[in-house]
């Protein structure tokens, strides 16, 4: 070849090495910057660039003239070189997780000390004095290669390079041992290997065993070359777990939407919440409005507001989960209901960081819920109402007892108070009759005012035996007129439940009638009210007849609404004591008696503090 055409191979391939490193650390240290958590790619980017570095020193030496350029060179050839291993052996403690910390620190220590000595000696560490440059054929072409007396200080570098080979052969086992072992041999064993073949190359050369330029940049392009391709490939999964993110994401807005969901987050340190624009929409932001936590508050209807700040503050306290129901007041007056429910998400350091939740729109179930109450409040009255057939009987009976004597002894009354005035005590018995009849007859009236009347649900604690009392002294004249037989079998250490006085005494009015239309046939007419204790804190009620029983075509169906037995009744009876009973926090079941007749039960919760 002509010499005008002489390609440098030494250049070439020096210069490749460097522009290749060069690459390398720019494209990690870009991914570094946008990523400062991933310190992995900040070194590997810091080793790129120390090779590169090192592969210009070392061309540097090659096309060196001089002894004292060749000497100085060599100095800060050590810069590079102690980066390349620090960070090196950071790298494999931080990506891998793996070798001996004392012996990193080790490494790292021995190598610092040999920096120092370097920039402490003339003309290095490696050479007590350079004699002459000899020029050795290199690739085709001469290359400047030392000549001189070796310095014993030397050791300290070379050292810190078995040192550094002993800790990634260690890393490399420690890999493996812990199951990985494609990363064992490929990264750690490619280091481990590379990092030997150039501590024995830089001693040979050094020591002039073998005379060749140092060539340590090619050995860490080894080494940078496993690292990049372990990282790229982190890349490129992470690219894939990207898309698959984003898919998910699409996949999990498309289910928002459809269900109405917004998304929030709520920053404890600024204070900032961030919303989608589901999310705005609900709480009445526009798109670009920036939400501080008091903006935030300030759209909670004022009813609400204290209530849901509180709930906040516990759960950023308690590092607790949030789950709250409560009405947003929009800019244009509008009421909107919404539930929300969300979760601490801790710092670093175990801190609150910030709060992540998702917010719906339940202004619909609100009002579903309000008129589903509203018809059940109106099926309890219309149980009350057709309750009085079943006491119109009993209640003429029961006020014309009391009105007749009030008339009888009012008469009385008036014939005495035209005869001698010594008759006053018999007056004053007479008019105390009255007065206690009046009072029977307004009793009467005012117990099926209360069985009759819409009122709201008032809980309070009761003894299930007075209501049992009171309504059998309710339909006392009916059983008489029956014959029905009633017995009472009441628990008297029963505590107190938790209920509505007018709600429970329609139930047990239901039962009344059910049992004693049951009997209409029965030649022995039996009726009986138990009441118990029973575990876990229940009060258990029992109403049972001497009828004919449930049959099979209604047994299982007693309490479905407009299935019934009597031949008048219209079915709602059962149903809407089921109704009463569930609205207490109890059950209602029945069952045929073994010998004749059916049962009927029903539990209530014992009074506590915590029910009420």
């Given at each position: 070849m002509a010499a005008g055409h002489f390609i440098s191979w030494v250049t070439v391939i020096w210069a490749m090495t460097a522009s290749a490193c060069l690459v390398l650390a720019l494209i990690h240290l870009r991914v570094w910057w946008r990523r400062r958590d991933a310190l992995a790619h900040a070194l590997f980017a810091l080793m790129a660039v120390s090779t590169t570095f090192s592969a210009c020193c070392e061309l540097w030496m090659m096309w060196s003239a001089s002894v004292v350029e060749f000497g100085a060179i060599l100095r800060w050839l050590h810069v590079p070189a102690w980066i390349l291993i620090?960070?090196?052996?950071?790298?494999?403690?931080?990506?891998?997780?793996?070798?001996?910390?004392?012996?990193?620190?080790?490494?790292?220590?021995?190598?610092?000390l040999s920096l120092i000595l370097d920039f402490s000696l003339h003309p290095n560490i490696n050479y007590r004095v350079i004699t002459a440059l000899d020029h050795i054929p290199f690739l085709g072409e001469p290359v400047s290669v030392a000549?001189?007396?070796?310095?014993?200080?030397?050791?300290?570098?070379?050292?810190?390079?078995?040192?550094?080979?002993?800790?990634?052969?260690?890393?490399?086992?420690?890999?493996?041992?812990?199951?990985?072992?494609?990363?064992?041999?490929l990264l750690g064993g490619s280091i481990a290997f590379f990092a030997a073949a150039s501590t024995g190359q830089i001693i040979l050369s050094l020591w002039g065993i073998v005379p060749m330029p140092l060539t340590i940049s090619l050995f860490f392009l080894a080494i940078v070359a496993a690292m990049g391709f372990e990282l790229s490939d982190d890349m490129l999964r992470a690219v894939q777990l990207s898309d698959e993110l984003r898919e998910s994401e699409e996949r999990l807005g498309l289910a928002a939407d459809a269900a109405g969901a917004g998304f929030w987050s709520w920053d404890f340190r600024t204070g900032r919440i961030w919303a989608t624009e589901k999310a705005r929409t609900l709480y009445g932001f526009g798109p670009s409005e920036e939400i501080a936590y008091s903006t935030f508050l300030g759209r909670i209807h004022p009813d609400d507001r204290e209530r849901v700040h509180r709930d906040a503050q516990r759960a950023f306290q308690e590092a607790a989960d949030f789950r709250s129901e409560?009405?947003?007041?929009?800019?244009?007056?509008?009421?909107?209901w919404i539930k929300a429910q969300a979760r601490v998400v801790p710092n670093p350091q175990g801190g609150p960081d910030r709060m992540m939740g998702v917010a719906i729109d339940i202004s619909l179930r609100k009002q579903q819920e309000g008129e589903t109450a509203s018809l059940r409040f109106e099926l309890v009255h219309l149980g009350r109402v057709l309750s009085m057939s079943e006491l119109s009987t009993t209640l003429a009976h029961e006020i014309n007892q009391p009105l007749g004597a009030i008339l009888n002894n009012a008469s009385a009354a008036a014939l005495l108070l035209h005869k001698a005035r010594d008759n006053g005590e018999e007056i004053d018995m007479i008019v105390a009759d009255i007065i206690q009849d009046a009072k029977r007859a307004g009793d009467v009236i005012r117990k099926v005012r209360g069985i009759v009347r819409k009122a709201e649900v008032n809980f309070e604690p009761l003894h299930v035996n007075t209501l049992i009392g009171e309504v059998v002294a309710l339909f006392q004249n009916t059983i008489g007129m029956n014959g029905v037989t009633v017995q009472i079998t009441p628990n008297p250490e029963l505590p107190r439940v938790r209920g509505d006085r007018v709600r429970l005494q329609q139930v047990l009015v239901n039962l009344f009638s059910n049992a004693m239309d049951a009997m209409r046939d029965s030649s022995a007419k039996t009726l009986t009210f138990r009441s118990a204790l029973e575990p876990p804190g229940l009060v258990t009620v029992s109403v049972s007849d001497s009828g004919a029983g449930l049959g099979p075509a209604v047994k299982d169906r007693v309490f479905t609404p407009f299935v019934t037995t009597m031949k008048d009744g219209l079915g709602m009876g059962l149903r809407i004591c089921r109704t009463i009973i569930e609205e207490h926090g109890g059950r209602i079941w029945a069952e045929n008696n073994p010998d004749a007749g059916a049962v009927f039960h029903f539990s209530l919760r014992v009074w506590s503090e915590e029910t009420a």
């Open positions: 620090i960070a090196t052996v950071g790298f494999v403690r931080l990506y891998l997780r793996a070798g001996r910390p004392w012996l990193a620190w080790t490494v790292c220590g021995v190598r610092t000549v001189g007396v070796p310095s014993p200080w030397m050791l300290v570098g070379q050292l810190s390079l078995l040192l550094f080979v002993v800790f990634n052969v260690d890393a490399a086992l420690s890999v493996r041992r812990r199951g990985d072992r494609r990363t064992a041999w409560y009405r947003v007041l929009l800019p244009d007056g509008d009421v909107r």
